[in-house]
């Protein structure tokens, strides 16, 4: 929905090798928020994206700045102390406030709303979890309330509500923020500048972008997902979870937000433009392995969203967040190794806030200041025993079930003869019929880490069940964390 609103216009692609001090890659809002804050720093810095800015997962979430995330900080707690879950809590206040701040400095005309905000459930059995995460919400000094005058829901069992939350169009912030990087001295941006290696040279790194090299002392990683595996053994950190999101014009704008605390996860939000009114609703959340069938996935949460206005939606669109293994974000130096390799990733479903949170520590880190988030969000942070189990159940899991699954069930009756997986030469292919009946085939193999591909019926795409890369029917690598091709002419394998 979101997407609509991106107009800005870069017009310049990475076609020359360049020298800087500062590479970001992935101009989501941690990227571009990042090269904001480095704005006048004194610092060379160059900002590229594979695609066009800010147009893939922010633009794709349903906008909301809050820290009421369903029971987050019980679960924070379960992994690790009440003092863990007390910095993250205080990492997405100032978040919030960081963005009112930047709204209001720029002028930003981006629908900023201050609104309440709910987590409930239907479910009886989830009551004593709520009760629980009261208590550290009470320890957080957090006004709360169980009743809400603006959502009512006789299947309601319990909620908790607070008034101090915001909503906004991301793409419109970031545009602003944009307009003042692009005036920048010190900043230059490019589009359609896709980054597929990156390589130590003594006391520099070189990113090979567009086959051209980008020479620089220091690297960020603000994309989605990187796509490397050493250093910071990401994919084992982490895992993927898809959501499937509509927008419906509705005739009242509710001031209000929510999200169920059970799984899989319920959200909603208003939004308003001009003289329309939208009902954004999200729902059938999963990881990326499970619940394979997009089109019935699609269906559902298109009739749920139907039911509740009346309307059939307007817009309709999935997104992928990186989930991790003990519910806190991966952000600073990605290993003790090395050092002037930064990410930024695994905002486990709210990017906006952090996003946000992870472009000040970032900032903080590049230039030498102390940060309290630092040590808690580390990316080489310490494992205990909640986050091996963690890792046994959601990523381990995850990727076997993608792999054997594609095995044993590798045309599922869904395709509906519209895409097949069969062997060509020894080689697993994936075929897909267009309506003229022509054949566009491709390596049915991830070139990330070698899993199989499902074919997506809906958006036409072959999509990773592993860490989530997607490609078109051609083989045009479209979302990372993959960089090349499925064509079967240069297939990487």
Same mark, same amino acid.
């Given at each position: 929905?979101?997407?609509?609103?991106?107009?800005?216009?870069?017009?310049?692609?990475?076609?020359?090798?360049?020298?800087?001090?500062?590479?970001?890659?992935?101009?989501?809002?941690?990227?571009?928020?990042?090269?904001?804050?480095?704005?006048?720093?004194?610092?060379?810095?160059?900002?590229?994206?594979?695609?066009?800015?800010?147009?893939?997962?922010?633009?794709?979430?349903?906008?909301?700045?809050?820290?009421?995330?369903?029971? $987050?900080?019980?679960?924070?707690?379960?992994?690790?102390?009440?003092?863990?879950?007390?910095?993250?809590?205080?990492?997405?206040?100032?978040?919030?406030?960081?963005?009112?701040?930047? !709204?209001?400095?720029?002028?930003?005309?981006?629908?900023?709303?201050?609104?309440? @905000?709910?987590?409930?459930?239907?479910?009886? $059995?989830?009551?004593?979890?709520?009760?629980?995460?009261?208590?550290?919400?009470?320890?957080?000094? !957090?006004?709360?309330?169980?009743?809400?005058?603006?959502?009512?829901?006789?299947?309601?069992?319990?909620?908790?509500?607070?008034?101090?939350?915001?909503?906004?169009?991301?793409?419109?912030?970031?545009?602003?923020?944009?307009?003042? =990087?692009?005036?920048?001295?010190?900043?230059? =941006?490019?589009?359609?500048?896709?980054?597929?290696?990156?390589? %130590?040279? +003594?006391?520099?790194?070189? /990113?090979?972008?567009?086959?051209?090299?980008?020479?620089?002392?220091?690297?960020?990683?603000?994309?989605?997902?990187?796509?490397?595996?050493?250093?910071?053994?990401?994919?084992?950190?982490?895992?993927?979870?898809?959501?499937?999101?509509?927008?419906?014009?509705?005739?009242?704008?509710?001031?209000?937000?929510?999200?169920?605390?059970?799984?899989?996860?319920?959200?909603?939000?208003?939004?308003?433009?001009?003289?329309?009114?939208?009902?954004?609703?999200?729902?059938?959340?999963?990881? =990326?392995?499970?619940?394979?069938?997009?089109?019935?996935?699609?269906?559902?949460?298109?009739?749920?969203?139907? %039911?509740?206005?009346? $309307? %059939?939606?307007?817009?309709?669109?999935?997104?992928?967040? !990186?989930?991790?293994?003990?519910?806190?974000?991966?952000?600073?130096?990605?290993?003790?190794?090395? %050092? +002037?390799?930064?990410? @930024?990733?695994?905002?486990?479903?709210?990017?906006?806030?952090?996003?946000?949170?992870? @472009?000040?520590?970032?900032?903080?880190?590049?230039?030498?200041?102390?940060?309290?988030?630092?040590?808690?969000?580390?990316?080489?942070?310490?494992?205990?025993?909640?986050?091996?189990?963690?890792?046994?159940?959601?990523?381990?899991?995850?990727? /076997?079930?993608?792999?054997?699954?594609?095995?044993? $069930?590798?045309?599922?009756?869904?395709?509906?003869?519209? @895409?097949? !997986?069969?062997?060509?030469?020894?080689?697993?292919?994936?075929?897909?019929?267009?309506?003229?009946?022509?054949?566009?085939?491709?390596?049915?193999?991830?070139?990330?880490?070698?899993?199989?591909?499902?074919?997506?019926?809906?958006?036409?795409?072959?999509?990773?069940?592993?860490?989530?890369?997607?490609?078109?029917?051609?083989?045009?690598?479209?979302?990372?964390?993959?960089?090349?091709?499925?064509?079967?002419?240069?297939?990487?394998?």
């Amino acid at each position: 929905m979101w997407q609509k609103d991106n107009d800005f216009i870069i017009g310049k692609e990475v076609k020359e090798d360049i020298e800087t001090e500062i590479l970001i890659i992935g101009a989501g809002i941690t990227g571009v928020t990042t090269a904001y804050n480095l704005i006048d720093s004194g610092f060379d810095v160059v900002l590229i994206d594979r695609e066009k800015f800010f147009n893939e997962t922010t633009a794709k979430s349903t906008g909301k700045l809050t820290y009421l995330q369903d029971l $987050k900080y019980q679960e924070i707690c379960n992994i690790y102390d009440y003092e863990t879950a007390k910095l993250y809590y205080e990492s997405q206040k100032e978040a919030i406030r960081l963005v009112k701040k930047n !709204v209001k400095e720029n002028k930003i005309d981006c629908s900023l709303e201050k609104e309440e @905000a709910i987590t409930f459930t239907t479910d009886e $059995k989830e009551v004593p979890k709520f009760i629980k995460e009261e208590k550290i919400l009470e320890k957080l000094e !957090v006004n709360y309330s169980n009743v809400s005058d603006t959502f009512k829901n006789n299947g309601v069992k319990h909620l908790i509500s607070v008034k101090n939350t915001y909503v906004f169009n991301p793409v419109k912030y970031l545009k602003g923020l944009l307009k003042k =990087i692009k005036k920048s001295n010190n900043i230059r =941006i490019f589009e359609n500048s896709i980054a597929t290696k990156i390589r %130590k040279d +003594d006391d520099y790194y070189v /990113a090979i972008v567009n086959d051209f090299e980008i020479k620089t002392k220091k690297i960020i990683l603000t994309c989605n997902y990187p796509f490397f595996i050493i250093p910071g053994f990401i994919p084992l950190k982490t895992y993927m979870e898809k959501s499937y999101i509509t927008a419906t014009k509705v005739d009242k704008n509710k001031k209000i937000n929510g999200i169920t605390s059970n799984y899989p996860t319920t959200s909603f939000r208003f939004y308003e433009e001009k003289d329309s009114k939208f009902f954004i609703y999200l729902s059938n959340s999963s990881k =990326i392995c499970d619940k394979l069938n997009f089109e019935s996935n699609y269906n559902d949460t298109i009739n749920t969203a139907k %039911k509740i206005t009346g $309307k %059939k939606p307007t817009y309709k669109w999935t997104n992928m967040d !990186v989930m991790t293994n003990d519910f806190l974000p991966l952000i600073g130096r990605i290993s003790d190794e090395e %050092k +002037d390799v930064f990410i @930024a990733t695994g905002y486990n479903t709210w990017g906006m806030t952090t996003g946000t949170i992870a @472009a000040k520590i970032l900032v903080d880190l590049l230039k030498h200041k102390k940060n309290k988030y630092e040590k808690v969000f580390s990316p080489s942070r310490s494992m205990n025993l909640k986050k091996i189990k963690n890792f046994a159940v959601n990523t381990l899991s995850s990727n /076997a079930k993608a792999y054997v699954l594609n095995l044993i $069930k590798k045309n599922p009756s869904w395709y509906k003869n519209k @895409a097949l !997986v069969t062997k060509e030469d020894g080689k697993r292919i994936g075929i897909y019929f267009d309506e003229e009946g022509k054949k566009h085939k491709v390596s049915n193999i991830c070139p990330h880490l070698k899993c199989f591909l499902n074919f997506n019926e809906v958006d036409k795409t072959w999509d990773c069940p592993c860490h989530g890369s997607r490609f078109d029917v051609d083989g045009n690598a479209i979302k990372g964390p993959s960089q090349y091709n499925i064509k079967i002419d240069e297939t990487n394998e």
